[in-house]
């Protein structure tokens, strides 16, 4: 298994003490509320996904921090999750990701209507991992659909002091979405764009439906973004325990992509890899990387 390297991309050279500062003066250089913002980000990403496109193969690899997920074990699951093979189906809501590991493979249905965890073929009943397993279910494809995956929920916004990250000014939009991620009714957000072209560059969050987590904010840098199929796509995550403990978490990166596969949802409800539409778990097809956003 190939474990993800060159993780210094994820973090902007100019990255270092300015990162986090007030720019003064900057508080709304705009005057955009913060549902504009939200709304011109999601035109700098290509528009929505939902209107364009019916599905989602990609594939992720990465590798965990030393120390985070020691704090939150359940969460993490690093002995199941180091790559994965993701699928979305955007018009159904419902999503399944395939997860390898040293320990074996896990595999998580989610839709509207249930949260199905498997562990090397057998299910759980755990409601911790099924409650974690929500929660980093409905983040990851937030992290993925960026702007897109917000206008699916109800949301509030207000417009936070400008902020430096990579040496750049950008606009941070607090929000509150309902219902929220995984299992919580509701979820607050630090939304972090950059001033320059509206791209959704960096994820502060609550995970409310996972109780341990409970009014913590989790923070995630988003980069390495490229155009596929018309749409402006992350491909390199960074996230740290939380927003004052900068402590790395969990470094993954996408390494492949595709729209559009026709994918059969009663198939992959039923878990079993032996049950499942064999294009459907076919490797998402790998990026070539153009190294311009």
Avoid: C
Avoid at 67 to 80: C, E, K, T, W
Avoid at 148 to 154: H, I, K, P
Avoid at 229 to 251: G, I, M, N, S
């Amino acid at each position: 298994m190939t474990l993800i390297v060159g993780f210094a991309a994820l973090v902007p050279p100019t990255l270092g003490a300015q990162d986090g500062k007030a720019v003064a003066g900057l508080a709304r250089a705009d005057d955009l509320t913060g549902m504009q913002i939200v709304r011109r980000s999601l035109a700098a990403h290509g528009g929505s996904v939902y209107e364009d496109l019916s599905t989602i193969s990609a594939s992720f690899t990465g590798r965990w921090g030393k120390i985070g997920p020691r704090v939150q074990p359940i969460l993490a699951d690093q002995g199941f999750r180091v790559a994965s093979e993701e699928r979305y189906l955007l018009r159904e809501q419902a999503s399944f990701q395939w997860h390898v590991g040293p320990d074996g493979e896990k595999i998580v249905f989610r839709d509207e209507d249930e949260v199905a965890v498997h562990y090397n073929g057998r299910p759980t009943r755990d409601p911790n991992r099924i409650s974690a397993s929500a929660a980093t279910a409905d983040l990851y494809e937030f992290l993925l659909l960026g702007p897109s995956w917000l206008t699916q929920r109800e949301i509030s916004a207000r417009v936070l002091e400008d902020k430096q990250l990579g040496g750049e000014s950008h606009a941070r939009v607090e929000a509150v979405i309902r219902p929220g991620i995984g299992h919580s009714d509701e979820d607050r957000l630090i939304l972090w764009f950059n001033r320059g072209n509206y791209v959704l560059q960096r994820v502060e969050t609550t995970l409310d439906g996972y109780p341990p987590l409970k009014g913590r904010l989790l923070e995630i840098t988003l980069g390495g973004h490229e155009w596929l199929a018309d749409k402006l796509w992350p491909t390199e995550f960074l996230q740290r325990v939380d927003a004052k403990v900068k402590v790395v978490y969990h470094r993954w990166q996408m390494t492949g992509f595709e729209v559009d596969r026709t994918i059969n949802k009663a198939g992959l409800s039923e878990i079993r890899r032996s049950a499942l539409d064999l294009d459907a778990l076919r490797p998402a097809k790998p990026i070539e990387f153009s190294g311009k956003p």
